[in-house]
């Protein structure tokens, strides 16, 4: 009977973590849909795992809200730059597909020393792009979406050494003005 009891309240402590667990994905799956995305699209063809994390992996300390990222694995150094840069291009494609009509669109570069180089063009294998942050408004509201092919990070490699492909979108007011 103990037996009994003891696995019927081991029971009810895993159930709301489930239930948090599919709520927080389909929160996520919303934002991607509210952004006008559809997930699928972003994850690449080369994805091997897909993980939501809580924390960024360059810090623990830094608490991750409302991202997902897509990891490739420790092979993501035999994936071909132009493979990387055509996945680039088409989630650029999409944001800013989603940003037309009228919405306020801007996009900002990081690759190497072009750090905060702002961009109007999607990266291509000539010039790759490291991460693109693509800013857009809805409703008064400030979304921004993050992509970033860490393998371009080449400085970095030493202090963090895991090596990813993410998309994240993160849902927050962006402080200050963006043209």
């Excluded at 009891?5 to 996520?28: G, I, T, W």
């Excluded at 037309?100 to 801007?106: A, F, H, L, N, S």
């Excluded at 849902?171 to 003005?177: D, F, I, Q, R, T």
Aim: glycine content about 8%; charged content about 25%.
């Amino acid at each position: 009977m103990k037996r009994i009891l003891l696995l019927l309240v081991a029971a009810a402590l895993v159930v709301p973590c489930s239930a948090q667990n599919k709520a927080m994905e389909k929160a996520l799956g919303d934002k991607f849909a509210f952004a006008g995305l559809e997930t699928a699209k972003l994850v690449p063809a080369f994805a091997t795992e897909i993980s939501e994390l809580k924390t960024d992996p360059r810090s623990e300390s830094n608490p991750m809200k409302d991202e997902a990222f897509f990891y490739t694995g420790s092979d993501i150094t035999k994936i071909p730059a132009a493979k990387v840069q055509a996945y680039l291009q088409n989630v650029y494609a999409a944001v800013k597909k989603a940003a037309d009509g009228g919405v306020v669109y801007k996009a900002k570069g990081y690759a190497g020393d072009q750090l905060g180089e702002q961009i109007t063009a999607a990266p291509t294998t000539d010039k790759p792009a490291a991460t693109v942050m693509y800013l857009y408004q809805h409703d008064g509201v400030w979304f921004n979406i993050s992509v970033g092919h860490k393998a371009y990070y080449r400085k970095f490699t030493k202090d963090y050494g895991e090596k990813w492909i993410g998309v994240g979108i993160t849902v927050k007011e962006m402080l200050g003005a963006v043209e």
